[in-house]
């Protein structure tokens, strides 16, 4: 935590839940955390910096990152290029240096907390280390470690991201391992994955008893759970044990009373928009011809869920699940594309993101809140698009700490 005193002054304010009245506003931080709000007086005060109408935001969370070092064919421009044949051999380790990029990329487009959904050989957790010692800058990072996926095809192509079980003890071991291994939360695939063709995504993954050991263990310790969900009925069943984030979620418009569930028991939704248009417009061949159809279908539904899942009162999450690295804004953007208000989708990537990753401390603008915070130029209540522009950051803070500074 910082110990530095920043004030931020003649500062229009936005958190998508909050209504702060005319401004301009002057926000003081001290000691990591917001300490005060009020009405700008016009003058500013000596070592303040002058934002000039700017707007700050909470920093932005992205609740669904792949943190992955072997893995950029969706980050074009990102990273080291493909490696040619005779060249030089590139070592292991220098994936940890594509790590560090990665983090620092997230960084400064103004993502301060990401939680890692599966990566390889469990990195996520030596970047978090990496990023909480100070060797590096980055978000705060919260991982699952491995994935926990029954035995399937998933897991010969994701062998490193999965940890397969099968029966509800195998589970449970499954659980206490990641937990071992220093997991945040706990992931599982209910369902099997878009983008592995030998599985369907339609039918549940895992059994109900299955499933409840997961949840059950995760629960018990005090950790959250995260179900990676396609199909409805490895969805239902997720939803029914208590689930606490549905990953994905497409097919959820298809049962609207399960959305009611969800807002019931305060489940979160985190619906990838983008992990969708990936496959099924961005890289069309990369991907064979049956995962490509299927993907389209299920952009389309993607989309209905999210304006079902608004009816019902669901909290809503930005997810990315795709690339480059700090690009993860445009899920906003593309969460107002499908009918949600600029403010709804500004507050599903701060205080919804917040609520998946229970982290109570974050994503609005209030006195006692952690300082993570991103100011921009423009007004992301007028125009969603200013917060995946990179030219119109203008401050980063970081738990207090100054990342970026006024230009």
Known sequence: MSSA?????NARLADGSTDFGQGPHTLVVEDGVIASIDL????????????????VVPGLIDAHMHVMSSDITRNPGF??????KGGEPRARELGYFVLAAMAKAVLEAGITTVRDVGCDNCEAIVLRQAVNLGVVPG????????IISA??????????????????????????????AGADFIKFMATGARSVELENPEPAQMTREEMRAIINEAHRMGFRVAAHAEGLEGTRMAIEEGVDTVE????L??????????????????????????LAERFTDKFTSKLVDQAKRQLDEAYETLLAARKAGVTVAMGHDSGPPGDAAIELVRMVDGGLSAAEALAAGTAGSARALGLPDRGTIQVG???????????PLADIKVLNDRAAVRVVIKDGDLVIGVR
Not at 5 to 9: E, G, I
Not at 79 to 84: C, I, K, N, T, V
Not at 139 to 146: D, K, T
Not at 166 to 177: I, L, Y
């Open 5 to 9: 005193r920043l004030v931020l002054s």
């Open 40 to 55: 700008a007086q016009g003058t500013i005060a000596e070592g303040a910096l002058d934002l000039a109408g700017a707007t």
């Open 79 to 84: 990273g080291p290029p493909p490696e040619l």
């Open 139 to 146: 978000p705060q990072v919260l991982s699952c470690g491995r």
């Open 151 to 180: 035995t399937s095809p998933g897991g010969v192509l994701f062998a490193a991201m999965y940890r397969q079980a099968d029966g509800a003890d195998e589970m449970r071991k499954a659980v206490r391992e990641q937990l071992r």
């Open 248 to 251: 994905h979620g497409l097919s």
């Open 253 to 278: 418009h298809r049962e609207p009373a399960l959305l009611d569930v969800m807002a019931a028991k305060g489940s979160v939704l985190v619906p990838t928009l983008s992990t969708f248009h990936d």
């Open 369 to 379: 809140k952690r300082a993570d915070l991103l100011v921009v130029d423009g007004d």
